[in-house]
């Protein structure tokens, strides 16, 4: 009799708790990092992705190099990351889940036809067949380099389940996938790499602070554990839904315009994010070769809180927002005083303002600055003695009152009720 007990996972509840929790979009983000992955690792000279689909298939294509025979046969499909795999550095597909995850999320067939250097290879799997065989390999077939452009891989699923066929079939889809791209490797796209969705090129999404001879960014880098870690923090144009902090890690963006106390505000004495401090910006970067040492979570679409690393930033962090949340409660204080005419002149506000004017810097373009720097406000003087009272009454009352009174004036109502009040109302102090 055995006394072993199978605990061996079937095909089926694998495939279901693999991508049971990832949205499609976030998916198919999964294949563009290993594109943008291999553009970095191969250095091509014009790397291009280009992803189509509607409601039938779906479809990308990237010239960034192509995936080495040897790495396909012994890492690429193996499900995780393999102890002995050839690092791959300043990735940002480091779980070796990502690829598989999207191409099961998908349908029930796919194929991945690749040229790299001298080689070329297919793999193509129908998921029914392949959940019946007993072992978890997949066939591939070389192929002549010639089939396909140099460089190139192309993935491709024909058989799509029903819910993605019908998402991929909307136009909102579509326009949302183009927005989380934009977003989440804006750095790629701004330094050359194109994604083009369903013939729509995606443009580079844009973080620039404020940065004058009165206003200087908080910026302040240093190295853990071998990750080179980058807080910046400022003032950007006042738009509610874009302030906040962004995190990146080997240039992926994994929270954007985060305002909740995961990176601590209404926390340790930190208020909570609202209009006054819309003009807050806060980037963080983490770039490491070894990118299972970055604060991510394996979907990239978050940070690892428990992570020393990101512990470590968040001091730093802290530290930059309360300089700039001191800044912008200054900010708004001028500003009541100006409209209240307590002060005469608008010193931060007019050099926000001036600034926004002649343009703002890329964050990634500040020098090195450990602590924020603001102009300061304009003194407040003396009181001024006298005011001006504004109200409104109906015009029949107003005529009476002006008939007692025996005035002509609305003025001269203000002023003679004014002190008719002043005279049997109030005591002299």
């Known amino acids: 009799m055995s006394d072993k007990i199978n605990a061996k ?58 995936l080495n025979l040897d790495d396909a046969k012994n890492y690429a499909f193996r499900f995780g990351r393999a102890k002995d795999a050839p690092p ?10 990502g690829m598989k995850r999207t191409l099961f999320k998908l349908g029930t067939a796919f194929s991945l036809t690749s040229v790299c250097g001298e080689s070329a290879f297919r793999v193509a799997v129908d998921v029914g067949v392949w959940k019946e065989l007993d072992d978890w390999e ?45 977003r989440a490797h804006f750095l790629a796209l701004n330094s050359g790499v194109k994604l083009i969705i369903n013939d729509r090129e ?30 910046v923090a400022g003032i950007s144009e006042r738009k509610f839904e874009e302030g906040g902090w962004y995190i990146l890690c080997n240039g992926r963006l994994v929270e954007a315009a985060e305002q909740t106390s995961i990176t601590s505000w209404q926390s340790d004495g930190i208020p909570k994010y609202h209009p006054d401090y819309a003009f807050f910006r806060g980037v963080v970067q983490f770039d490491c070769d070894d990118s299972s040492k970055l604060p991510w979570t394996t979907t990239k679409t978050g940070v690892d809180q428990g992570s020393k690393i990101y512990r470590a930033a968040l001091i730093q962090m802290r530290i930059a927002m309360r300089e700039v949340i001191v800044f912008l409660r200054a900010r708004a204080k001028e500003d009541a005083l100006f409209k209240g005419q307590i002060i ?21 373009a500040l020098p090195v600055n450990e602590k924020f ?26 005529e009476k009152i002006k008939a007692s009174l025996g005035v002509s004036t609305n003025r001269e109502v203000g002023e003679e009720t004014f002190n008719y009040y002043k005279s049997y109302e109030c005591t002299d102090d």
């Open 202 to 231: 995606v443009p580079g999404y844009q973080i620039r602070l404020l940065q004058s001879d009165k206003i200087k960014p908080f910026v302040r880098s240093w190295t853990l554990d071998g990750v080179n870690i980058r807080v």
């Open 88 to 97: 791959t550095p300043h990735s940002v597909g480091q779980f070796g889940v």
């Open 138 to 182: 997949f066939e591939f077939v070389e192929l002549n380099p010639e089939t396909g452009p140099p460089g190139s891989t192309e993935i491709r699923v024909d058989s799509l389940y029903p819910a993605v066929a019908e998402q991929l079939g909307q136009e909102g889809f579509l326009n949302d996938l183009g927005h989380e791209c934009a």
């Open 9 to 66: 996972p079937t095909k089926e509840f694998f495939i279901e708790m693999l991508t049971r929790d990832i949205p499609l979009d976030r998916a198919i983000l999964d294949l563009i990092d290993n594109s943008v992955d291999a553009a970095r690792r191969s250095q091509v000279a014009s790397p291009e992705i280009k992803i189509s689909f509607d409601s039938n298939s779906f479809l990308i294509f990237d010239n960034c190099g192509g």
């Open 344 to 364: 005469s002149s608008r010193v931060i506000n007019g050099e926000i303002e001036s600034t926004i004017r002649e343009g703002l810097v890329s964050f990634d």
């Open 373 to 398: 720097i603001g102009p300061t406000p304009a003194p407040v003087g003396p009181r001024p003695t006298t005011t001006s009272i504004q109200y409104t009454a109906l015009v029949k009352d107003v």
